[in-house]
Every structure is written in structure tokens, then in C-alpha cells.
């Protein structure tokens, strides 16, 4: 069984070392290399949860390669569409694209989607170290399994600031079964049992117990350790749709980074992860070393189809001391209740900045605030989310492209609503459930400061709010706090957290709460900020910031060689 270790760099296969290729553009001398990749993309078939499944991959990987790079690096990343049929992107999340707008990897946004059998060129630096990800971003190519790991390490010679042995990377997402929505698997690095359990002699199931011999394509990567080492467990969530927890039996987990950024050191016994989030823990093997232990990742947020049987994967911990092989001595941990959202908040609130890491606090103060109604509403028939009642409907013609080309007339020119109406009940179904569509953007100055609130609502029907995690592209922003009910300006706005506010690329919001951040529009370009859950962006959950526009510059022309952009591309 293959385990992923930091000096291993297992994913990588296809790197095309180019040596020690001293950039020489002003600001990138300190030296970083170029580190090339090829990507195809395309359909595989597979059995990541033992059954046969139709999966996006790259390069005949599913997960695809571990891209594995130093701050300071340049990726260049030529990617071939081999799929027959449709168009793809290829999104760096959690990767700033300072001076790369273009480089995104967000169709109609960014780019326009590759058309089968043509390649494109993405180029752009990794400036922070930390645990990333990438992923399609056309359509519902996330959960058809387009993704990987990103992993950025700090410059040799630099320290982290905390110290481990050794390290795994974990790459958490979930997979549908065509037939019926009600089926899915979740997935440790691409792997998962859907038919079977691991655990099956230790919990209430229906399911067999596993026979794995180790070798198969949906067997589990046991994470091997040695006793008394510590280990860093880098873990990212590419769900399309679940949320998570993590825990591993008898174990504490110390938390130590958030998407990328440094986090004042706190130890629990698991932790949430939502789609679009990475961590990393630190794990020491000070357990008992002639037993194995169970790493369990189940569902959380959302009620089990099946009452009493949370959906989980699960893997082993295994002391090198004894055979992997040899059955822990207790049930797996039990994933916290679906609804337990105390806990939830009480778990995301002790995320603070590192207080001996160089990392900025938020400006003191804000140039403009928006405030957005997340709310489930109807248009034309169909289930949307709207945020203050527009339902996203991405335009033909890339943002990035008009912007630079001033078109007039390839998206909605008026700007879509900074707040919603006051009389808004958040706690009650919409009185009126039709939201509209568009396609307009919030318009940013260089630098303005800007404050978002991220205002939760009750569901559609009946009661209820559900919790969505938002991701901005091109940035970090500070998290400022998090509140119950509707935001009260003056009165919450004290309640900010502006000393250790922890800077992340992705933030929840509470059922029925909300949440507050701060950004500084500091990187032109067009950038989207949206529901991490796919089907939800896809359905409109989603806005689209565009800062400094007249800065941007040096966009390749083939980023633009689709809708109204194609031709001035061509001549360009
Ligand atoms: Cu990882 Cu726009 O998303
Ligand atoms: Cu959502």
C-alpha cells in the first residue's frame, strides 16, 4: 500500500525538470524555477469505491498528479482537453494569481473553456506555502472527479513554525452514483468502499464486511507512523456537495494551518472540514504501538439518508511497530450529529491568526460594505439560489476579456444590489420566491478596502437554513466574526475581530447567521466568489468581483478566443 509522504512526491510523473531557470522579470529574483507539467484531461473508467464508475482524470490518474512546489516557483501547466465533447478549465484554488488573472482557470470568467483537443498554457507563480487543491471549474467537472493536490513547501532553509517528522496529504471529496441521488461515497484520496465496510464487525450496518486484499484501485491508503513521531496530515476537501469531520481514534488533533495560512495552535479530537477548505493537523503517535487506530472522515450538516448510518470513509493508522493487517480493537470514532451546529461554530471560532507568524491584520477599517441575502428561491420554474434575490447566470463572452476590450453589451452593466430590503424575514420561506437572473459584477477601486456581510436565510420551503461555504478567488480575506440572525450594523460591527482575525480563502455561514470578511482589492482582475458547493454555484449561489480593471494587462490571447472576445483576440 502506497503511502504519501513529503520527501516521496509520488504524484508528480510528469515533470519536465528544466533546472534551475532563474526568472529575470523585476520582482521574481529570487530565484524561482519553472516547473512544467503536461495535464490531458480526460474520461477514465474507474472503481474508486470498488464499483465501476466514469471519472474525470489526468494524465490516466484519478485523483490527478500531486503538483508539489516551492514559494517562489512558476507553474506552467499545458492543458489538453481530451474529452470528446465539451469544453474545461482547470482552477488553482487557493492560489492568488497575483498578476495572473487570465491564469484563474474560471470559465466565462478567466477563460474560455478549452474546446476539445486543444491545449492551454496555464503560467503563473506560488507566493505562499501552504495546502492547496485544483479543480475543474466548467460546469459540474468537480464532481465528475476533475481534481488534485496542490502543495506548496516553503523555500529550503526556512522552518515552519512548528516542527514534524513527517507528513501525509489527504484529499477528501465525494462521488455520485448516476442512478440515483441518494447514493454517494466518500473518498480518501480517490478511494472509498461503497459496497463494503471496513468496520463492518465493529458498527450497526447492512454492509459486508470488506475483504481487501490492498492492492485494489478502492482500497485504503493506511497512513503508516512510527511511535512517539509527530506528523503533519495535510487535508483538503473538494466535496461537491458534503461537509465533514475528521477524527482518528484515540488521537488529538493540533490545528496549525487554514487554507494556507498559519492558525494560533489549538488541539481537538476532529475537526470540520468544508468543501473548499484545507488544514493541516499535527498528530503525535503516542498510543499504544501494538494497536492500530481508525482514521474516520463522515458527514456532517446534512440529515443520513439512512437513519442512524452516517455516510463515512474510513482508513487505518498504522504503527510500524505491527502489521497493518492486524483489526484495531475498537469501533471506528463516531462522526458528531448531522445538526450539532453548536459544535460546528465552537470549531470554527478557535480558528485565529498565529500570533508569532508575520501575517497582516485586516486594515482597521473598510471603504464599503455589501451585505448578501443568500436565499433558495424559484425563477421560471426551477430551484435557484439567489443572493439579494439575482440568481448567477455566467455570460458567453469572459469578464476578463470585455473588460479588457471594453464590450458593452456581453454582460448586465448595472451592478447587482450592495443589501437587501430591511423587512427581509431571514427566519421564515420567501413571501415572493422569484429571484432574477444576471450576470452584472461589483466594480472595485485598486486597494479599496472592502467589508462583505454574508447573510444566511431560511430554505426555500418549510424550515430550515443550510450552511454554505463561500471561496474568493484572487485572494485571502480576514474573517472578521461570525453572528446569529440577521447582521446589525452598529451594534455587530464592534463585535469585529480586527487583532487575530485568521486570513482564509473559504468561510461558512451559519444556518439562519452570518458571517463577516474583509479584503483588500489589491490584484485587478475579475474574480469569482461563490458557494464551494457545486451544484449550488451552478444553480447561482455565486457573485462576481471586478477590481481595478483598467490594471489588468497581459492577457495571452488565447485565454479569449471564445464569444465576443474571440476576434480581438485573434488580432491581439
Ligand atoms: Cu474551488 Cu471557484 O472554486
Ligand atoms: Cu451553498
Not at 26 to 33: A, C, N, P, V
Not at 52 to 71: D, L, S, W
Request: a neutral charge; hydrophobic letters at 35%; proline letters at 7%.
Amino acid at each position: 500500500m502506497r503511502i504519501m509522504r513529503g520527501s516521496s512526491n509520488s504524484g508528480v510523473l510528469f515533470v519536465l525538470w528544466m533546472g534551475l531557470v532563474v526568472m529575470m522579470t523585476i520582482g521574481e529574483t529570487e530565484g524561482g524555477r519553472v516547473r512544467h507539467y503536461k495535464f490531458d484531461v480526460e474520461y477514465m473508467i474507474r472503481k474508486p469505491d470498488c464499483l465501476e464508475h466514469v471519472v474525470m482524470g489526468i494524465n490516466g490518474k484519478f485523483p490527478g498528479p500531486t503538483i508539489r512546489a516551492q514559494v517562489g516557483d512558476t507553474l506552467d501547466i499545458a492543458l489538453t482537453n481530451k474529452l470528446s465533447t465539451e469544453g474545461t478549465v482547470i482552477h488553482w484554488h487557493g492560489i492568488r494569481q497575483i498578476g495572473t488573472p487570465w491564469a484563474d482557470g474560471t470559465a466565462a470568467i478567466s477563460q474560455c473553456a478549452i474546446n476539445p483537443g486543444e491545449t492551454f498554457h496555464y503560467r503563473f507563480k506560488v507566493d505562499k506555502a501552504g495546502t492547496y487543491f485544483y479543480h475543474g471549474h466548467y460546469g459540474m467537472q468537480r464532481a465528475a472527479g476533475l481534481y488534485g493536490s496542490l502543495i506548496v513547501d516553503l523555500p529550503k532553509g526556512q522552518k515552519e513554525p512548528f516542527h514534524y517528522d513527517g507528513e501525509f496529504n489527504l484529499l477528501l471529496s465525494d462521488l455520485w452514483h448516476t442512478s440515483s441521488h441518494e447514493q454517494e461515497s466518500l473518498l480518501i484520496n480517490g478511494r472509498g468502499q461503497f459496497n463494503c465496510s471496513l468496520a463492518a464487525k465493529f458498527i450497526s450496518t447492512s454492509l459486508p464486511q470488506c475483504q481487501l486484499k490492498g492492492g485494489e484501485e478502492c482500497a485504503p491508503q493506511i497512513l503508516h507512523v512510527e511511535p512517539k513521531k509527530t506528523y503533519r496530515i495535510r487535508i483538503s476537501s473538494t466535496t461537491s456537495l458534503a461537509s465533514l469531520n475528521l477524527a482518528i481514534s484515540n488521537h488529538k488533533l493540533t490545528v496549525v494551518e487554514a487554507d494556507g495560512n498559519y492558525v494560533e495552535p489549538f488541539t481537538v479530537d476532529d475537526i470540520d472540514i468544508y468543501s473548499g477548505e484545507s488544514y493541516s493537523v499535527l498528530l503525535t503517535a503516542d498510543q499504544d504501538p501494538t494497536k492500530n487506530y481508525w482514521l474516520s472522515v463522515g458527514v456532517r450538516a446534512r440529515k443520513p439518508a439512512i437513519p442512524d448510518q452516517v455516510l463515512t470513509a474510513l482508513t487505518l493508522l498504522n504503527y510500524k511497530t505491527i502489521s497493518a493487517s492486524v483489526f484495531p480493537a475498537s469501533p471506528p470514532p463516531v462522526t458528531p450529529r448531522w445538526d450539532d451546529f453548536d459544535r460546528s461554530k465552537a470549531f470554527t471560532k478557535k480558528i485565529i491568526a498565529n500570533i508569532r507568524s508575520p501575517q497582516p491584520p485586516p486594515p482597521p477599517y473598510s471603504h464599503r460594505r455589501i451585505v448578501l441575502l443568500n436565499t433558495q428561491n424559484r425563477v421560471e420554474g426551477f430551484t435557484k439560489w439567489a443572493i439579494n434575490n439575482v440568481s448567477l447566470t455566467l455570460p458567453t463572452t469572459p469578464y476578463l476579456g470585455s473588460f479588457k476590450f471594453k464590450l458593452n453589451n456581453t454582460f448586465d452593466r448595472k451592478p447587482p444590489p450592495e443589501n437587501f430590503r430591511s423587512e427581509y424575514d431571514i427566519f421564515n420561506p420567501p413571501v415572493n420566491a422569484n429571484a432574477t437572473t444576471g450576470n452584472g459584477v461589483y466594480v472595485f477601486q485598486l486597494n479599496e478596502v472592502v467589508d462583505v456581510i454574508l447573510q444566511n436565510a431560511n430554505q426555500l420551503t418549510g424550515k430550515g437554513s443550510e450552511i454554505h461555504p463561500w471561496h474568493l478567488h484572487g485572494h485571502d480575506f480576514w474573517v472578521l466574526g461570525y453572528g446569529e440572525g440577521k447582521f446589525k450594523a452598529g451594534e455587530d460591527e464592534k463585535k469585529f475581530n480586527l487583532t487575530h482575525a485568521p486570513l482564509r480563502n473559504t468561510a461558512v455561514i451559519f444556518p439562519y447567521g452570518w458571517t463577516a470578511l474583509r479584503f483588500k482589492a489589491d490584484n485587478p482582475g475579475v474574480w469569482a466568489f461563490h458557494c464551494h458547493i457545486e451544484p449550488h454555484l451552478h444553480m447561482g449561489m455565486g457573485v462576481i468581483f471586478a477590481e481595478a480593471v483598467h490594471k489588468i494587462k497581459n492577457i495571452p490571447s488565447q485565454a479569449l478566443a471564445c464569444g465576443l472576445t474571440a476576434n480581438n483576440g485573434r488580432h491581439n
